[in-house]
């Protein structure tokens, strides 16, 4: 690339999906739909664990911080994606771009390590019953969290101050929807193959870390499981475990594919459209595969909605009753 076209640059354009008015429409009303859908489910899970106390344990606990985990990492993105389908500028200032790229991986290296915790966590609950809630306790839980947070934000500012040290670009348009660090990397007029070993080298041990504690854990689950002599034992032990599973395969699936592979090894729109799945899908499947496939999420829902219906009730007969008594007098 020649140094002559090489410039300093002040705001990125983000080029999106497509620029066929009908398909714009679709794919905004699409992602509305599954933003919405991802906005109430979070932060419905995470108030249901608060006001229901048969839920006050370590498991929806962690739980309750993928939900918000999930909610920010979407919240960073799609609306900035709704905003730029439906107006034509799809700008966005350097440093919106480099705070977007922070904040979204900031807490998608959390999201990950909090899926590894989350099992290491069905590991205690499931094999060592007994003795659960003394080794989980609230000291090791919050160190556990700090951890996964503390973790994300480091890598995160790490490959951010690399990013900066990029003197200069040979275009401003990003051929992606959101600013990633694949795509601004192959804008660079310098030598970025230490910023992409490190996006690998990141990506691939926390895959391979994360993944190895998840299948250990859930190895010896399973060896518990099978050993249980009380078939709705096994049967709640398998719910709650595939719903975890289920989580974990996809959103590690598409990671690895997007990132572990070094040199950009897949193609833009390919990267686009798994993109799609870590940054709105897979913020909206995760608390319904929660509450979908776990018996205490729903009876906790239950009762909850069924307390606010009984109150609703008592209220009404409080206020009604007198207006009613007024009118039989008259």
């Known amino acids: 690339m020649g140094q002559e076209n090489c410039t300093i640059v002040t705001e990125f354009i983000l080029l999106g999906f497509s620029d066929v008015p009908e398909l714009r429409v679709f794919l905004s009303l699409l992602f509305l739909l599954i933003y919405g859908v991802t906005f ?27 939900s918000f985990v999930d909610f920010c990492y979407s919240t960073i993105i799609v609306p900035k994606m709704l905003y730029n389908m439906l107006n034509m500028e799809r700008t966005i200032s350097f440093l919106g771009c ?49 951890g996964c947070y503390l973790c ?45 070993l490190l996006v690998f080298i990141v990506a691939t041990s926390s895959e391979v870390i994360t993944s190895m504690i998840i299948l250990t854990s859930y190895l010896f689950i399973l060896i518990t499981i099978l050993r249980m002599r009380s078939a709705e034992g096994r049967h709640k032990a398998f719910s709650t475990c595939a719903s975890h599973l289920t989580a974990i395969v996809v959103l590690q699936g598409t990671i690895l594919f997007t990132y572990s592979q070094p040199g950009s090894g897949n193609s ?16 909206m499947l995760n608390p319904l595969i929660y509450s979908l496939r776990n018996k ?35």
């Open 40 to 66: 109430v489910a979070n932060l419905g899970m995470i108030a249901l664990i608060q006001f229901s106390s048969r839920l006050h344990t370590p498991m929806y606990f962690f739980l309750s911080h993928l």
């Open 98 to 146: 480099m705070v977007q790229f922070y904040l979204f991986c900031t807490f998608a290296i959390t999201d990950i390590l909090l899926l590894a915790v989350m099992a290491y966590d069905r590991f205690l609950a499931i094999c060592s019953p007994l003795l659960y809630m003394v080794s989980m306790s609230q000291k090791l839980r919050l160190l556990l969290l700090s």
């Open 152 to 196: 994300g934000t480091v890598c995160s500012l790490i490959h951010l101050c690399l990013a900066l040290e990029i003197p200069s670009y040979r275009s401003n348009v990003i051929d992606h929807f959101f600013c990633d660090l694949p795509p601004i990397f192959d804008l660079a007029c310098c030598d970025v193959s230490i910023n992409e």
């Open 268 to 283: 833009m729109e390919t990267n686009k459209v798994s993109s799609v799945f870590y940054t709105s899908v897979i913020p």
């Open 296 to 330: 205490d999420v729903k009876e906790a829902l239950r009762n909850v909605l069924r307390s606010r219906i009984l109150s609703g009730e008592y209220f009404l007969s409080q206020t009604q009753g007198p207006q009613v008594e007024r009118l039989a007098e008259g």
